[in-house]
């Protein structure tokens, strides 16, 4: 078996669950990293255009488009249904593409919450350990109460490391997922204007309700 750096086993067994955090987050931040290089050249913002210029001759046909573009996926999804349901589909449609862009978001969070207090749990651990070393009987030795402290240390060190580490790719996927909610809502609200000739929607634009990790 791969020797582990010294620091690492000094850093007590919370090390490992720490490790698994910091497996999973570098797994969840490559795959997004290239959903999200992949999806630039996806986004299809004339195509989007000319098909809203010919919606109201058209009406709501179905798109043929084998564009991944998420506005144009939400549209065709939508316009597969019945006319008189377009509203709720949109926005369904639009929850759908959504939600393949928050993919990896809860378990992001969930690193960044839980890494930091086990670190201070490995801080705990490692003080108790030094405390039950200079209560016991004799002169204790010091690198048996050194190895406490730095169990304290390391695992505290790792614990807000990983969680800094998690928090930069999380809030870079939450600032490019409200750009595409935006778009989105933006693309709903002008077929919404054009299909039913609703001019309140200008100030009161389609709102997405969806409810996740990367949109608050």
Same mark, same amino acid.
């Given at each position: 078996?791969?020797?582990?750096?010294? #620091?690492?086993?000094?850093?007590?067994?919370?090390? #490992?669950?720490?490790?698994?955090? @910091?497996?999973?987050? +570098?797994?969840?931040?490559?795959?997004?990293?290239?959903?999200? #290089?992949?999806?630039?050249?996806?986004?299809?913002?004339?195509? /989007?255009?000319?098909?809203?210029?010919?919606?109201?001759?058209?009406?709501? +046909?179905?798109? &043929?488009?084998? @564009?991944?573009?998420?506005?144009?996926?939400?549209?065709?999804?939508?316009?597969? $249904?019945?006319?008189? &349901?377009?509203?709720?589909?949109?926005?369904?449609?639009?929850? *759908?593409?959504? *939600?393949?862009?928050?993919?990896?978001?809860?378990?992001?969070? +969930?690193?960044? &919450?839980?890494?930091?207090?086990?670190? /201070?749990?490995? &801080?705990?651990?490692?003080? /108790?350990?030094?405390?039950? !070393?200079?209560?016991?009987?004799?002169?204790?030795?010091?690198? !048996?109460?050194?190895?406490?402290?730095?169990?304290?240390?390391?695992?505290?060190?790792?614990?807000?490391?990983?969680?800094? =580490?998690?928090?930069?790719?999380?809030?870079?996927?939450? *600032?490019?997922?409200? =750009?595409?909610?935006?778009?989105?809502? +933006? !693309?709903?609200?002008?077929?919404?204007?054009?299909?039913?000739?609703?001019?309140?929607?200008?100030?009161?634009?389609?709102?997405?309700?969806?409810?996740? *990790? $990367?949109?608050?």
């Amino acid at each position: 078996m791969f020797p582990m750096p010294e #620091w690492f086993v000094q850093g007590g067994p919370l090390m #490992w669950p720490l490790l698994i955090c @910091s497996l999973l987050l +570098t797994t969840i931040t490559l795959e997004r990293l290239l959903f999200w #290089w992949r999806l630039q050249f996806y986004i299809n913002d004339t195509a /989007i255009k000319q098909y809203l210029a010919r919606l109201p001759n058209m009406g709501t +046909t179905a798109i &043929t488009s084998q @564009s991944k573009d998420p506005a144009l996926l939400m549209l065709k999804q939508a316009f597969s $249904a019945a006319p008189n &349901t377009t509203s709720e589909l949109l926005e369904n449609a639009a929850k *759908h593409q959504l *939600h393949r862009m928050q993919r990896g978001q809860p378990i992001l969070d +969930t690193i960044i &919450t839980l890494a930091p207090m086990l670190g /201070i749990l490995g &801080t705990v651990l490692g003080i /108790i350990e030094s405390f039950q !070393v200079l209560g016991g009987e004799g002169v204790p030795e010091p690198k !048996v109460i050194i190895g406490g402290i730095a169990q304290a240390l390391v695992s505290t060190a790792a614990g807000l490391s990983v969680a800094m =580490l998690a928090l930069l790719p999380f809030n870079r996927f939450r *600032h490019l997922i409200q =750009l595409q909610t935006l778009r989105l809502e +933006t !693309v709903g609200t002008e077929v919404e204007a054009l299909l039913f000739g609703r001019t309140d929607l200008s100030e009161n634009p389609v709102q997405l309700k969806v409810i996740s *990790h $990367a949109a608050r």
